[in-house]
Nanobody
Framework: QVQLVESGGGLVQTGGSLRLSCTAS??????????MGWYRQAPGKQRELVAA???????RYADSVRGRFTISRDRSKKTMYLQMNNLEPDDTAVYYC????????WGQGTQVTVSS
């Protein structure tokens, strides 16, 4: 069983930065999860992958965020992060963290709003 809780969302101006956190309540080592990642969903749009990291430590980024966002994990804190720099209004969305441990687990989401 895995429970995921996101935090760190908020309102920021264009060009600003935020760091999202996703803390897992689990007895597992999060580095053993097949995949951990961040998705986002803007109003009227489909949920899309933002960034992901595998158990083999490979990372993947959406083209729209590559070079601006960085995904990372802290084993001791059982927490995954998404450092978001140079934010743009198109980054406005609800951000969800996910972890695959046999099945996919999801957090409840955190709102990120970027004002122009």
């Amino acid at each position: 069983q895995v429970q995921l809780v996101e935090s760190g969302g908020g309102l920021v101006q264009t060009g600003g930065s935020l760091r999202l956190s996703c803390t897992a309540s689990t007895s597992y080592d999060i580095f053993a999860f097949s995949v951990m990642g961040w998705y986002r969903q803007a109003p009227g749009k489909q949920r899309e992958l933002v960034a992901a990291v595998t158990a083999g430590r490979e990372t993947r980024y959406a083209d729209s965020v590559r070079g601006r966002f960085t995904i990372s994990r802290d084993r001791s804190k059982k927490t995954m992060y998404l450092q978001m720099n140079n934010l743009e209004p198109d980054d406005t969305a609800v951000y969800y963290c996910t972890a695959r441990v046999g099945i996919n687990y999801w957090g409840q989401g955190t709102q990120v709003t970027v004002s122009s």
